[in-house]
């Protein structure tokens, strides 16, 4: 017994830098569900196919000598427009916005195979961002955890910051309220095109990165992507709490780092790879049904079945 | 000033349950004017105030604010122009938001939004002014969400929203309805307060024939889909709840005789 826990620790400790570096990349993923999920009250599957998108667009890109930045920019762009795209298959065709992410992720199989021209693309030995990660050798854990921490905290303060603005107030109106925000003049419209574009661009820039740390972009990349990043984004939200814009904010990051750090202690434990969706999926459930539980089964009256949101 | 011209807005057209629910409406509301509109259920009353805040569009007819014609402009342009309070204290504000934040939506209902600070310093100054004067210490709670307030509260802060930024058109959706009678006093006194004062271009529904009498320059009835009766200047400073209430039974013996058929 001893022996199994000393032998779990060890290689848990060898994986944490690894581990680290995976979490600030992911991170991103988790930004790109909580706008979503959270401030726009936009239930949105894009990011299952987004970060696959980035990952293709950021892999063609610098396969063909392009700078790795601007491969980042160039997924982030992509993925912005797939959000936009299930946005407005939402808004126009008033179709449900679970259904409009799915709809859109599972063309976005196509469009990434089409990308690639094949399911897998090695960039291993090409540039990428993580060379220029300052005091550090390149190639090592540290300098993805640098490269990836400092964009982090960059999107975390500029996203702080925009929420904050007259834009940026009106935006999550927009998800706290519709028909107050629209009666104040404000564009459901757009604001719900911008956001959830930029929830997606998140994901497909976490893609990127994911890219080029790992050295190969594949179409199947971002299989169960989506309920990684809402059960990390669970464990965030009960770390840090969304009371205010930045702990909502913060979230998504604190979020990633535990939830990977979780995974990998799984890991180092013995548990068989494959069994990982499905602890992850129960863990998913059981923070959801939480409250239910706490409530009593039957009491406040709750509807045989919830009424959806269009 | 408001027109309406020839609105016209039928549901469920060609169908077995068709219903005519403004009939060729026409109704003129001057610059500073509080109309009070009143009519029984069915009358066309939510019909026309949707359709004058845009969030129905009409079949035909036009709708004119201050001389341009609206009836194209969707609801979030109108809003630069148009304030509008619902009955329901929910649907007014937005509920994860705070006081203040809820303040500045409104604030900026007829600007361009802009990337700068939202709340800032004198803008919370400010409306701290504008909530005191409702008297009931909101301006303490600027930073508390808004779902942690009473309906009463909620319903007060959607009507300083509303008032502020002096709205071309002020709406009100039988805004103090759904409130006790102490509170819907509050709310109604406060309505009337801002609508003198700033003097606003108000249109009222209620169902409150009380209200209709003591407040506003003219009441309009509504009926079936059309103004069935004005009552304005030395008239309406005579008029009494049970004159008011008859217009309603004269009405109803019609319907059951079959004559309004």
């Given at each position: 017994?001893?022996?199994?826990?000393?032998?779990?620790?060890?290689?848990?400790?060898?994986?944490?830098?690894?581990?680290?570096?995976?979490?600030?990349?992911?991170?991103?993923?988790?930004?790109?569900?909580?706008?979503?999920?959270?401030?726009?009250?936009?239930?949105?599957?894009?990011?299952?196919?987004?970060?696959?998108?980035?990952?293709?667009?950021?892999?063609v890109l610098i396969a063909a000598g392009v700078n790795p930045a601007l491969a980042i920019v160039a997924a982030l762009a992509c993925g912005f427009l797939a959000g936009c795209c299930t946005a407005l298959i939402h808004l126009r065709f008033r179709i449900h916005t679970l259904l409009a992410g799915i709809?859109?992720?599972?063309?976005?199989?196509?469009?990434?195979?089409?990308?690639?021209?094949?399911?897998?693309?090695?960039?291993?030995g090409s540039d990428t961002v993580y060379n220029w990660a300052p005091f550090v050798t390149p190639g090592f854990p540290v300098s993805k955890i640098i490269i990836a921490g400092l964009i982090g905290a960059g999107v975390f303060l500029a996203l702080n910051w925009f929420f904050k603005t007259e834009k940026?107030?009106?935006?999550?109106?927009?998800?706290?309220?519709?028909?107050?925000?629209?009666?104040?003049?404000?564009?459901?419209?757009?604001?719900?095109?911008?956001?959830?574009?930029?929830?997606?661009?998140?994901?497909?820039?976490?893609?990127?990165?994911?890219?080029?740390?790992?050295?190969?972009?594949?179409?199947?990349?971002?299989?169960?992507?989506?309920?990684?990043?809402?059960?990390?984004?669970?464990?965030?939200?009960?770390?840090?709490?969304?009371?205010?814009?930045?702990?909502?904010?913060?979230?998504?990051?604190?979020?990633?780092?535990?939830?990977?750090?979780?995974?990998?202690?799984?890991?180092?434990?013995?548990?068989?790879?494959?069994?990982?969706?499905?602890?992850?999926?129960?863990?998913?459930?059981?923070?959801?049904?939480?409250?239910?539980?706490?409530?009593?089964?039957?009491?406040?009256?709750?509807?045989?079945?919830?009424?959806?949101?269009? | 000033?408001?027109?309406?011209?020839?609105?016209?807005?039928?549901?469920?057209?060609?169908?077995?349950?068709?219903?005519?629910?403004?009939?060729?409406?026409?109704?003129?509301?001057?610059?500073?004017?509080?109309?009070?509109?009143?009519?029984?259920?069915?009358?066309?009353?939510?019909?026309?105030?949707?359709?004058?805040?845009?969030?129905?569009?009409?079949?035909?007819?036009?709708?004119?604010?201050?001389?341009?014609?609206?009836?194209?402009?969707?609801?979030?342009?109108?809003?630069?122009?148009?304030?509008?309070?619902?009955?329901?204290?929910?649907?007014?504000?937005?509920?994860?938001?705070?006081?203040?934040?809820?303040?500045?939506?409104?604030?900026?209902?007829?600007?361009?939004?802009?990337?700068?600070?939202?709340?800032?310093?004198?803008?919370?100054?400010?409306?701290?002014?504008?909530?005191?004067?409702?008297?009931?210490?909101?301006?303490?709670?600027?930073?508390?969400?808004?779902?942690?307030?009473?309906?009463?509260?909620?319903?007060?802060?959607?009507?300083?929203?509303?008032?502020?930024?002096?709205?071309?058109?002020?709406?009100?959706?039988?805004?103090?309805?759904?409130?006790?009678?102490?509170?819907?006093?509050?709310?109604?006194?406060?309505?009337?307060?801002?609508?003198?004062?700033?003097?606003?271009?108000?249109?009222?529904?209620t169902h409150n024939m009380a209200h209709a009498v003591d407040y506003g320059h003219r009441v309009i009835m509504l009926d079936a889909g059309r103004v069935k009766l004005e009552i304005g200047g030395a008239e309406k400073a005579n008029v009494t709840v049970a004159k008011l209430v008859d217009h309603f039974?004269?009405?109803?013996?019609?319907?059951?005789?079959?004559?309004?058929?």
């Amino acid at each position: 017994m001893m022996e199994f826990i000393s032998s779990t620790f060890t290689s848990y400790v060898a994986l944490v830098p690894v581990t680290l570096s995976q979490s600030f990349i992911l991170a991103f993923v988790v930004m790109g569900i909580m706008i979503p999920f959270r401030t726009l009250q936009f239930p949105d599957l894009t990011s299952e196919g987004a970060y696959p998108l980035g990952g293709c667009v950021c892999g063609v890109l610098i396969a063909a000598g392009v700078n790795p930045a601007l491969a980042i920019v160039a997924a982030l762009a992509c993925g912005f427009l797939a959000g936009c795209c299930t946005a407005l298959i939402h808004l126009r065709f008033r179709i449900h916005t679970l259904l409009a992410g799915i709809l859109m992720m599972t063309m976005l199989y196509s469009i990434n195979l089409r990308i690639m021209g094949k399911s897998n693309l090695s960039i291993f030995g090409s540039d990428t961002v993580y060379n220029w990660a300052p005091f550090v050798t390149p190639g090592f854990p540290v300098s993805k955890i640098i490269i990836a921490g400092l964009i982090g905290a960059g999107v975390f303060l500029a996203l702080n910051w925009f929420f904050k603005t007259e834009k940026g107030t009106a935006l999550r109106a927009v998800g706290s309220n519709p028909a107050m925000a629209e009666a104040q003049g404000i564009s459901v419209w757009v604001s719900t095109i911008i956001g959830v574009g930029l929830a997606s661009g998140f994901s497909a820039t976490s893609g990127a990165l994911m890219v080029q740390a790992q050295g190969f972009a594949d179409v199947n990349m971002g299989l169960g992507i989506l309920i990684n990043g809402l059960a990390a984004l669970m464990i965030g939200e009960a770390v840090v709490g969304k009371q205010s814009v930045w702990r909502q904010l913060l979230a998504p990051f604190v979020g990633a780092i535990i939830y990977y750090q979780l995974v990998s202690l799984c890991l180092a434990a013995g548990m068989p790879p494959p069994d990982l969706k499905l602890a992850t999926g129960l863990f998913v459930l059981a923070m959801l049904a939480l409250p239910s539980l706490k409530r009593g089964r039957g009491a406040g009256g709750t509807p045989a079945r919830e009424k959806f949101r269009e | 000033m408001l027109e309406v011209r020839s609105a016209r807005k039928v549901f469920y057209a060609g169908q077995a349950d068709e219903k005519i629910a403004l009939d060729n409406l026409d109704l003129t509301l001057q610059t500073g004017e509080f109309g009070v509109v009143i009519g029984s259920n069915g009358a066309g009353k939510s019909t026309m105030l949707n359709a004058v805040s845009g969030a129905l569009p009409l079949d035909s007819g036009q709708i004119a604010i201050n001389g341009d014609d609206v009836t194209d402009t969707p609801v979030h342009k109108r809003a630069k122009r148009i304030a509008r309070v619902f009955q329901d204290p929910m649907l007014g504000t937005a509920a994860s938001m705070t006081v203040a934040e809820n303040m500045l939506l409104a604030d900026l209902r007829s600007t361009d939004r802009t990337l700068a600070r939202g709340l800032n310093a004198k803008r919370l100054a400010d409306y701290k002014d504008r909530l005191a004067a409702l008297g009931l210490g909101l301006e303490n709670r600027l930073d508390t969400k808004v779902e942690l307030l009473s309906g009463g509260q909620r319903q007060s802060l959607s009507l300083i929203m509303a008032v502020g930024g002096s709205p071309d058109l002020l709406l009100l959706d039988e805004h103090t309805a759904a409130l006790d009678p102490r509170t819907a006093d509050l709310v109604m006194q406060a309505t009337v307060r801002a609508v003198d004062t700033f003097k606003l271009t108000t249109l009222m529904v209620t169902h409150n024939m009380a209200h209709a009498v003591d407040y506003g320059h003219r009441v309009i009835m509504l009926d079936a889909g059309r103004v069935k009766l004005e009552i304005g200047g030395a008239e309406k400073a005579n008029v009494t709840v049970a004159k008011l209430v008859d217009h309603f039974a004269v009405k109803t013996d019609a319907m059951m005789l079959g004559a309004g058929a």
